[in-house]
């Protein structure tokens, strides 16, 4: 079935250093969203891509959707504690139905 | 404006029983999905309901039902629970399907034993 894969699986970063999570599809999506979920907490919607080459920013927050809309990234810069949980990538391949990715779990070294 | 609350939080069944979880979405949302998310892994669609309609289903058995009522709030039933039911439920609702960010609720913990 359709599917979204993520990675890396998981991120150790020290804090203040960068993070990167990459977002790839075999199929051209109409969309990509990002939620954060905080250890035991539930997904928090981040933001929405819709555009082919759509870069968006939320403070140290990048989010981009590539050219032939078939993959995503969020990066972050100078990680802080706060930034500690899972983040996925979703989208509706088109339909009414949010697909999310693998996930990938970041951890901060204080 | 409030979000969306689910309630209850924790509940813990025997292997057979049913169960039903429910979900009230945040104000002026009229879109709700249910998910299931296994520890360690990405939520699982199980179904979304539009103006009291199914209107998507994921793979999930019969044996998992749903209903949403007028004022937009929703409930999960799950019959002949099975061990590998135990997992938290998400309730997420919208302003219309696809396209829009999903507001999700803290989740019900299902332990089935």
């Known amino acids: 079935g359709q599917q979204v894969m993520q990675i890396p699986q998981y991120q150790h970063v020290q804090e203040g250093e960068d993070f990167t999570t990459y977002c790839n599809s075999s199929?051209?999506?109409?969309?990509i969203q990002w939620y954060k979920q905080r250890p035991g907490g539930h997904p928090v919607f981040l933001i929405q891509l819709v555009k082919s080459g759509e870069v968006k920013k939320q403070k140290r927050l990048t989010f981009q959707f590539g050219e032939a809309k078939k993959n995503s990234s969020l990066h972050i810069t100078a990680t802080q504690t706060t930034d500690v949980g899972t983040y996925f990538c979703a989208t509706n391949f088109g339909n009414e139905k949010l697909t999310f990715g693998t996930g990938t779990r970041l951890t901060i070294i204080p | 404006e409030t979000g969306v609350t689910q309630s209850p939080t924790h509940l813990i069944k025997t292997r057979g029983q049913q169960v039903t979880l429910r979900c009230s979405s945040q104000s002026g949302h009229n879109t709700v999905s249910w998910y299931q998310q296994a520890l360690g892994q990405g939520p699982q669609f199980i179904f979304q309901y539009y103006r009291e309609e199914e209107n998507g289903r994921g793979n999930f058995p019969p044996r998992f039902s749903g209903l949403q009522f007028p004022n937009y709030s929703s409930e999960l039933n799950v019959n002949a629970l099975e061990l590998d039911d135990s997992a938290l439920y998400l309730c997420?609702?919208?302003?219309?399907?696809?396209?829009?960010?999903?507001?999700f609720g803290s989740g019900t913990r299902l332990t089935v034993v």
């Open positions: 997420a609702s919208s302003p219309g399907t696809g396209g829009y960010g999903y507001t």
């Open positions: 199929t051209t999506l109409s969309n």
